[in-house]
């Protein structure tokens, strides 16, 4: 049985990793929920480290549209990460009707539900698991990485997730997965802020809100309040969940 915390042994199973991963680990301390999420919080609204921080939200972004443009039955093609944060995911299939609604929908609300998921799954005690999913979740990303940023992006915040997991006691996963669901949970709002201003000084038929207009027939600022809407509803929905 590996010792949580300490290097991985040669004689450590499948089951034993396997069992670990399953197991249900203590809540932090109040107080460590509440640090980090102070500390997510920040990271969000101060510049260097959301410049930063922010790669994390363009992976869960376009990790959302490939998600659902699988589940809605088009053919994935690609995801390309870029080192200003931006992205694209391609994909094929029939350029109208509610798959290809509900694939562009939703990037921009992506982060802010994951986080609400991964609240839930915190609240369970499944916090290894949590981060575990998030390694796979990763790992299915790169094999559909099309550019080096992207794989480079994928594989750092892959291994120290994985780091994490692997060689640190409960306690300091506990901790790092707080801080992790926080931020993705908080930077849902920020992004689409950023989408309006963008909008406003420099427009661009591209733009997530700008292809739902065409898509729908509703204009582009519409798509940005929903945006809007949905993130700040998931994001005190999974504050309340945790403090009240």
């Given at each position: 049985?590996?010792?949580?915390?300490?290097?991985?042994?040669?004689?450590?199973?499948?089951?034993?990793?396997?069992?670990?991963?399953?197991?249900?680990?203590?809540?932090?301390?109040?107080?460590?929920?509440?640090?980090?999420?102070?500390?997510?919080?920040?990271?969000?609204?101060l510049?260097?480290?959301?410049?930063?921080?922010?790669?994390?939200?363009?992976?869960?972004?376009?990790?959302?549209?490939?998600?659902?443009a699988?589940?809605?039955?088009?053919?994935?093609?690609?995801?390309?990460?870029?080192?200003?944060?931006?992205?694209?995911?391609v994909?094929?299939?029939?350029?109208?009707?509610?798959?290809?609604?509900?694939?562009?929908?939703?990037?921009?609300?992506?982060?802010?539900?994951?986080?609400?998921?991964?609240?839930?799954?915190?609240?369970?005690g499944?916090?290894?698991?949590?981060?575990?999913l998030?390694i796979?979740?990763?790992?299915?990303?790169?094999?559909?990485?099309?550019?080096?940023?992207?794989?480079?992006?994928?594989?750092?915040?892959?291994?120290?997730?994985?780091?994490?997991?692997?060689?640190?006691?409960?306690?300091?996963?506990?901790?790092?997965a707080?801080?992790?669901?926080?931020?993705?949970?908080?930077?849902?709002?920020?992004?689409?802020?950023?989408?309006?201003?963008?909008?406003?000084?420099?427009p661009?038929?591209?733009?997530?809100?700008?292809?739902?207009?065409?898509?729908?027939?509703?204009?582009?600022?519409?798509w940005?309040?929903?945006?809007?809407?949905?993130?700040?509803?998931?994001?005190?929905?999974?504050?309340?969940?945790?403090?009240?």
């Amino acid at each position: 049985m590996r010792e949580v915390g300490r290097p991985v042994v040669v004689g450590t199973s499948l089951g034993d990793v396997w069992q670990d991963v399953l197991s249900v680990q203590p809540d932090p301390e109040q107080w460590i929920i509440v640090t980090t999420a102070v500390v997510a919080l920040a990271t969000v609204l101060l510049g260097p480290p959301w410049r930063v921080a922010r790669n994390v939200v363009t992976i869960a972004h376009e990790g959302g549209h490939a998600l659902v443009a699988l589940l809605s039955g088009r053919q994935l093609t690609g995801i390309r990460l870029h080192s200003d944060t931006s992205g694209v995911t391609v994909s094929r299939g029939r350029p109208t009707g509610i798959g290809m609604i509900f694939t562009v929908f939703a990037g921009y609300v992506a982060s802010s539900v994951v986080g609400l998921l991964g609240i839930l799954m915190l609240m369970s005690g499944h916090i290894t698991a949590l981060l575990w999913l998030s390694i796979v979740f990763l790992a299915a990303m790169l094999v559909m990485i099309r550019n080096f940023y992207g794989v480079l992006s994928i594989v750092v915040t892959g291994a120290v997730v994985f780091g994490v997991s692997w060689f640190t006691p409960h306690e300091v996963q506990g901790a790092f997965a707080y801080l992790f669901i926080w931020f993705l949970l908080f930077a849902g709002v920020r992004p689409v802020i950023e989408l309006q201003s963008q909008r406003s000084r420099n427009p661009s038929p591209h733009s997530d809100a700008d292809q739902l207009a065409r898509l729908t027939g509703l204009p582009g600022t519409f798509w940005v309040m929903v945006f809007l809407l949905v993130n700040l509803a998931v994001t005190a929905l999974g504050v309340w969940l945790l403090f009240f």
